[in-house]
């Protein structure tokens, strides 16, 4: 891909957006000291989190526009490729981002909880609306780890800035559950759509061409991240994407074994199951009864 700037270190994408770095490791920028541009497509060797303040270009994930509008969160982890896309002429950026390197994390308690927050693999229509109380706590610990950055190096420094990271992170996941329940009319509709997904595969050949359907199969044919999509049918339904698709399974496999013309091994393959055995194990795994158990009972 051409015209891709690389940011590797926190320095780099401080110089960058005309930023002293106070620490190597990570920092918080203000966006309108950055110079006017019309921004190229970047790739990010960091973890960051940026605060929208205007529409200046529309940003890139993947093949789609983020959802964002004011007092918007975009999140973005090391590895991605981001940009804007739109406008061939110089706008002035706006807002703050906190940008940290991965190595911050390394010795911390955060090294493994960061694979908790999901939010930062989310794509396109996930971007966090921030109502306006829950703006003032992101910026104002925003302002704490600038605040800590620019007060110089001690024995407390890390630990304070990991501690006001830690703080943010476990904000965002509070403001995302409050965001899954108030865009209910959003959700509401991915939850149905998932319903329907699942009925139209059951009722095509493709689980006897594809198998089984995955998480990541229903999140992409959702276009959808699969983390987004996951946690959002965790909150809406209390069941993992996983186990909502095996309660379907069991369903639509039930509704199968009653009708007697239908041989079990018949229902297998029909079903997605490669092998008849792996059928009873799961059918019998998730209802305490073999398919023929089960066939007898319902006559009985």
Same mark, same amino acid.
């Given at each position: 891909?051409?015209n ?11 110089s ?15 966006y309108?000291?950055?110079k006017?541009?019309?921004e ?23 093949k ?6 004011? @007092?918007t969160?975009?999140f973005?982890?090391? @590895? ?5 896309e ?9 807002g ?8 911050l ?24 609306h ?15 780890i ?19 990271l ?9 403001f ?19 319903e329907?997904?699942?009925?139209h595969?059951?009722d ?11 998480? @990541? ?15 959002l ?46 059928f009873t ?20």
């Amino acid at each position: 891909m051409e015209n891709i700037i690389r940011f590797e270190t926190v320095d780099q994408y401080s110089s960058y957006n005309n930023h002293p770095t106070f620490h190597p490791l990570i920092n918080i920028i203000d966006y309108s000291k950055s110079k006017p541009g019309n921004e190229k497509m970047m790739y990010l060797g960091l973890y960051s989190i940026v605060l929208k303040d205007i529409a200046c270009g529309d940003i890139i994930y993947g093949k789609e526009t983020y959802d964002y509008q004011n @007092g918007t969160l975009v999140f973005f982890a090391p @590895g991605q490729i981001v940009g804007y896309e739109g406008s061939s002429e110089h706008y002035q950026p706006m807002g703050i981002g906190l940008i940290f390197h991965p190595d911050l994390l390394h010795g911390t308690n955060l090294a493994e909880q960061i694979k908790e927050f999901h939010y930062f693999t989310y794509q396109s229509r996930e971007a966090l609306h921030l109502a306006d109380n829950e703006r003032e706590i992101v910026t104002d610990i925003f302002l704490n780890i600038q605040t800590e950055l620019k007060n110089g190096h001690d024995q407390y420094s890390n630990k304070l800035i990991i501690a006001h990271l830690e703080l943010l992170l476990n904000y965002i996941l509070r403001f995302y559950d409050r965001q899954f329940d108030t865009r209910k009319e959003i959700n509401s509709g991915i939850l149905s759509d998932f319903e329907a997904l699942l009925d139209h595969y059951f009722d095509s050949e493709k689980p006897q061409t594809i198998g089984l359907p995955s998480v @990541g199969w229903c999140a992409d044919a959702m276009n959808l991240s699969a983390n987004y999509f996951g946690d959002l049918i965790k909150k809406k339904t209390s069941y993992s994407a996983q186990e909502y698709i095996h309660r379907k399974i069991i369903s639509v496999a039930k509704n199968k074994i009653f009708d007697p013309r239908k041989r079990l091994n018949e229902i297998a393959f029909e079903m997605g199951f490669g092998y008849p055995a792996n059928f009873t194990r799961f059918f019998k795994h998730h209802t305490g009864m073999s398919p023929i158990e089960f066939r007898k009972s319902s006559i009985s």
